[in-house]
């Protein structure tokens, strides 16, 4: 029995299939990460055609059947092509980077509304800050904390000492920072300055809606995607490429 719902959904990565359709990764609102296939879509007389670009996003309609492995995508209308977005090239390719990110990390079926709407905001948002770098790391930390992988950057994990100044060390393995009388001997560490350190703290706790005013510019010397690249890879067993950021 098939049956038809409606979604939202941003369009993460498509590929061309026999002829004249596609296989398309949508992140949905209500279903997570889904999989469809765009039937005819490269016919000159189906308007999906053009809507089904990398970032879009999307008024859906999917017909569901449980025994197909691969929905079937009925019809598309756009809400937002992020326009501004794709013409600015200095910032683009960090808005590409966290569609790589949710596709390489998220898991099919795995819904979250709020982390939908998050998501979409801040791709708006990405068109109205000076510092582009900043609104992905802001990702990449909340999207640690979606999967249960929140770091902990307040405290030394030993000794429990707030006072952290000069140069202590983020575990990569345990997700938390260490100071120097306590970082002998583990594996996996990587150095923090204090003022690195305090940019991650405050970032962190930042409100999402408020991003535009964040303060602080990436400290000198901390490259900040790469360490938490460098840790979700660690938990979830898997390298993150993303080669968006190869274009800038």
Known sequence: ????????????????????????????????????????????????????????????VVVQKQSRSLQILQEAELIDSFYDLRRD????PYALAVLELIQQTLEEQNSDEIF??????????????????????YFLLKLSSFLGFKPAFNTCQRCGTKNLKDTVYFSIENGTVLCPDCSGGLEYLS??????????????????????????????????????????????????????????
């Open 1 to 60: 029995m098939q049956k038809h719902y409606k979604d939202q959904a941003i369009v993460l990565h498509s590929i061309r299939w026999k002829e004249s359709s596609k296989i398309i990764t949508l992140f949905t609102r209500d279903k997570g990460i889904l999989k469809v296939i765009a039937r005819s879509v490269y016919r000159p007389n189906n308007p999906m055609g053009g809507r089904l670009e990398s970032m879009n996003l999307l008024e859906i």
């Open 89 to 92: 090239l200095s910032r683009l």
């Open 116 to 137: 939908f709407d998050f998501t979409v905001y801040l791709l708006k948002t990405f068109i109205s800050v000076s510092q582009p770098e900043i609104i992905l790391v």
């Open 191 to 248: 150095p923090l300055r204090e003022n690195q350190l305090y940019f991650l703290q405050q970032l962190q706790t930042f409100h999402h809606k408020r991003l535009t005013e964040f303060p602080l510019s990436p400290p000198t010397g901390l490259n900040a995607v790469q360490l938490l690249i460098r840790y979700l890879s660690f938990h979830l067993e898997h390298t993150i490429h993303l080669n968006a950021l190869s274009l800038l």
